[in-house]
Each structure stands twice: as C-alpha cells, then as structure tokens.
Nanobody, 117 residues
Framework: QVQLVEYGGGLVQPGGSLRPSCAAS????????MTWHRQAPGKERELVAY?????????SYADFVKGRFTISRDNAKNTVYLQMNSLKPEDTAVYYC?????????WGQGTQVTVSS
C-alpha cells in the first residue's frame, strides 16, 4: 500500500530555512519520479520541484523557487526532501509530496510551512 507522510514544516522568519521530508512506504522512491507541490490559502495548487527516477535523478524547479529550493532523495531511508532557503512570506503554504504509479497520483497529507515575522 502506497503511503506518503510529510513532516518537518513549521514557522520560520523571512530569510530563514526549512527542510520538509516525505517518508514513503509501499514502493521505492528511487524508481519513481517524485514531486513536491504546494497550496496556499485561496490559491490553486502549484508544482514546486521534481526529481526523476534513477541514479542521481534529474531535478527541475518552478521559476519562483529556482536558486532557493533543492529537492533530494535518500534511497536508504526511502525519503524525499525539500531544502528551502531564503524563504519569503509568499512561500507560506501546505507542502505535499506526490508520486504517480499506474496512472494514479498518490498524495500525502501535507505539512504546513508558514513564513512570517
């Protein structure tokens, strides 16, 4: 059974850093592309970052996080991370990790990230 559990969000001041994690079970993260999305109150869900399957993994980012966020994967822990630096108030959102298997998208419950002074 596929399960994704996000954790590691929180409250941080502008300019600060956080590293949410996504622990996966029921499948191996290294053989599937993994994605982080976010959704802010009153806004549509948007893609933040993607890491492809395979050794190393090719990474891609939304323009609004390029140079600030880094997606990575620990195969031994079967976990995907999102290192977020230079956070801005507009980064405030619930962050979700997702995986597509057999044409079905699985989502975790999300972790809240709040950037405020």
């Amino acid at each position: 059974q596929v399960q994704l559990v996000e954790y590691g969000g929180g409250l941080v001041q502008p300019g600060g850093s956080l590293r949410p994690s996504c622990a996966a079970s029921g499948f191996t993260v290294s053989i599937y592309g993994m994605t982080w999305h976010r959704q802010a109150p009153g806004k549509e869900r948007e893609l933040v970052a993607y890491i492809s399957s395979g050794a190393g993994g090719t990474k891609s980012y939304a323009d609004f996080v390029k140079g600030r966020f880094t997606i990575s994967r620990d195969n031994a822990k079967n976990t995907v991370y999102l290192q977020m630096n230079s956070l801005k108030p507009e980064d405030t959102a619930v962050y979700y990790c997702t995986v597509r298997r057999s044409d079905f998208d699985y989502w975790g419950q999300g972790t809240q990230v709040t950037v405020s002074s």
